[in-house]
């Protein structure tokens, strides 16, 4: 395990979290190592085939399809690491992690087995907290009821995505249940409702937590994605990376309607800048205190 970045994973205590990989790699993305949930520049997909390449090829456990041979010149190639799902038992104190931020854990392509022993690992370490994401909610209802310890997170990066989900999640069974609008790249609710005429704030009443952040990448990622989503704000910021913002109306839907729904919204370090002008009363719901509201939800709450 290791101390992950990623600001809304936390421990209990509100210190920073972890992440564990148990599963690497995908196949939900070009050939350029986009994402097929948005076309936005995948960073495992770089991780995978930059640093950690040499790494992951050395591991040969890659998901059967006929095609394996493949996946052993391929570092972002589904693989197990089975060895990994020992190390939450080995402490004891209550941490945060999340699972297989390298991956997809309800991919297709995974066999139900492994993603079984990742179930039962948290199963058998109550005292953890395993935050968990996918683009795939099609296939949580197969694993359903989650153990409490496991909150069920679904990426949505558009509305179209959002509703999809929705149908699904409100079939599961987790004590957590989230949305992670990251990055945020498109939003058209119909001012909060959709063609089954299903308010936006009803949906949110199913769930228990919302994340939303921008889409962040290297020039040449956000030069490509800017020209496919002109609505979207683009700044650079550092180290050869620039953003690009959702804009401000669409964020605003989602946080008063979540507001409604009685949910805590997250909101990632990335929308600062998105914010800074409007910090004199333009937009008071996006800040706590100077900083960006970042409200995690009770996991004690039933």
Known sequence: MNITSIEWVQNPDGSQGYTLNSKTGC???TSEGLCLGGLFPCYAYRL???RLKKRY??????????FETLGFKDPFYPRFWPERLKQPYQNKKPVGIFL?????????YWPEEWTKQELQMMRENPWHRF?????QPQNLIKFSPFPDNCWVGITATNDIMFRIASNYLAKVKAKVKYYSFEPLLHWDFKANWDRNNICLIDRFRDVNWIIIGACTGLNKDIEL?????????EKILYNNKRALFPKVEWVEELVEAADKAGIPVFLKDNLELLFEPYFEGGYPWA????????????????
């Open 27 to 29: 196949k939900n993305h």
């Open 48 to 50: 995978a085939r930059g």
């Open 57 to 66: 090829l050395k591991n040969n456990m890659v998901v059967k399809t006929g």
């Open 100 to 108: 297989d931020d390298m991956s997809d854990w309800m991919g297709d």
């Open 131 to 135: 935050y968990t994401l996918t683009k």
């Open 225 to 233: 994605l800017s020209a496919k989503y002109p609505d979207l704000w």
């Open 287 to 302: 800040y706590r205190r100077g900083s960006l509201r970042q409200e995690m939800p009770d996991a004690n709450k039933n």
